[in-house]
């Protein structure tokens, strides 16, 4: 991009913060909604306003984490209890999260990851079918270790453009666009079956767990169960539609032997692979068994992280480092968000502002799955905080959806998680900006991507097809 690019859009993006700050400041100054919100909710209101605002538009490069400070000293400085303000970070979600990002550091640091990913590569003949099924297996092993989505990327990614570069497909041609978007879907869908496969799990169980009337309802069976069967056939339906949008224009003559020969290049395990293999397969199997041995995953990833360190495979020094704190203080402030609505009256005045709207979409659950999606669909072009504001809005207001028109809570995962991965632009979706910075002058062009996205909305569409008989089945709509 071009510097007088790169100025316009930073100038286009300072005035968009100004304009959300000026509705900020009317909503405190003119408190519109009292007495329905309380004068202390409208204030409330300005911090939220303004905090998105700066997730969003990044005014002055300001970090996400810092941004959410400012939402932190404004609820303290309005005499907000410290432990209603700071409820997201002493959340289990929240300490679920950060151990399993360091499983994330742990994968890259012992080079396990590439391993893994060589490791299934060599298995399969080089063809465009086979090397898409390799990278769901290998999208579905990372996603099994850890639920950072951008560790995945940088893992997946490189292996991706090793494999365009060693076939000699033509920069940007549909077989490489193929190869590469197939590979990074692979990173970022099938994890999101359970729990910990994806980062928008542990968000939206901290977020649950802020409200009283959801806490306890969201953990790994209860989510497999609403989460599992969607995810595998969105997985399915992107692979299919896939090659259907790019269909490659260019023949694979690759030979197996490049796979067999780059995972002997790796060489023999290391000690440190090997702990580690250890001990994120059996962190894995442990939240696959909770209903049996009932120990929290909290417990479990911490547990994780603690051998992990006494056995030296993460050092001291690397616990400030190894894993992006921007991104877990940016978690916890999200996670508060509840908690401080709760306690300021703004959940009550979201349940009277939003639950007369979505009300009329309740009439069956196919009107109000396929409503909300395209809803979510249309927030994602101004969401583009990992979608944690359009969570944060509307998990209060579940519980009265539930009690007047019979909508499981748990039925929102399937919508949020399909609208928050969604990519009809690359600035919609940070993981397909890491991609395409990691792919460089590999990577697929905006037209190949916003074609795959279509793909991906199509296919969401189509998955509901088969997830609303399926809730319907298991009581999610009463």
């Known amino acids: 991009m071009s510097t007088a690019a790169s100025g316009t859009k930073f100038k286009v993006t300072d005035m968009l913060f100004l304009v959300m700050l000026a509705i900020a400041l009317f909503v405190a100054i003119a408190k519109p909604w009292v007495p329905e919100l309380p004068p202390q909710g409208h204030l409330v209101l300005f911090a939220l306003i303004v905090t998105i605002g700066l997730w969003i538009f990044k005014p002055c490069s300001i970090p996400q984490s810092v941004a959410g400070m400012f939402f932190l000293l404004f609820t303290l400085a309005l005499k907000i209890p410290p432990a209603t303000v700071f409820s997201g970070f002493v959340s289990s979600a929240l300490w679920t999260l950060i ?153 694979i003559t690759l030979k197996k032997e490049y796979f067999q020969e780059e995972y002997k290049n790796l060489g023999a395990w290391s000690r440190e692979e090997v702990i580690s293999a250890i001990i994120l397969v059996i962190c894995f199997l442990m939240f696959f068994t909770n209903k049996i041995h009932g120990i929290p995953d909290g417990a479990t990833v911490l547990a994780g992280l603690f051998l992990l360190t006494l056995f030296g495979v993460i050092k001291g020094t690397e616990i400030g480092s190894g894993i992006s704190w921007d991104l877990v203080i940016f978690i916890g402030v999200a996670m508060s968000f509840g908690a401080v609505f709760g306690a300021t009256g703004v959940s009550k005045w979201l349940v009277g502002v939003l639950v007369p709207v ?121």
């Open 99 to 251: 151990p399993a990002l360091f499983f994330g550091f742990v994968l890259l640091k012992t080079g396990l990851g590439k391993r893994i990913g060589f490791m299934v590569m060599k298995l399969f003949n080089p063809s465009y079918p086979m090397l898409v099924l390799a990278f769901v297996i290998i999208g579905l092993a990372l996603s099994a270790l850890t639920p950072s989505i951008t560790v995945r990327c940088v893992i997946i990614v490189p292996i991706a453009v090793s494999v365009i570069e060693a076939c000699n497909l033509k920069l940007k041609s549909k077989g490489s666009a193929l190869i590469l978007l197939s590979a990074w879907v692979m990173a970022l869908v099938p994890g999101t079956g359970w729990l910990t496969g994806s980062l928008h799990g542990p968000i939206l169980m901290g977020m649950y767990e802020a409200v009283p009337e959801l806490k306890g309802l969201m953990n790994f069976s209860s989510y497999l169960q609403v989460m599992l069967i969607p995810a595998l056939v969105l997985t399915v339906l992107l692979i299919v539609g896939g090659f259907f949008a790019l269909k490659p224009d260019q023949p």
């Open 358 to 478: 979505i009300a009329p979409l309740t009439s069956s659950p196919w009107v109000f799955c396929y409503s909300i999606m395209i809803l979510f669909f249309i927030l994602r072009f101004f969401d583009v905080a990992v979608f944690v504001p359009t969570f944060a809005i509307f998990v209060p207001i579940l519980p009265e959806i539930a009690n007047n028109f019979g909508v499981n809570p748990l039925v929102w995962l399937g919508l949020f998680i399909m609208g928050a991965n969604c990519f009809f632009l690359s600035y919609t979706n940070m993981f397909a900006l890491v991609s395409e910075a990691l792919a460089k002058e590999r990577s697929w062009t905006p037209g190949q991507l916003s074609t795959y996205g279509l793909v991906y909305g199509v296919a969401c569409l189509i998955t509901l097809a088969i997830a609303v008989p399926y809730w319907i089945s298991i009581g999610m709509f009463s």
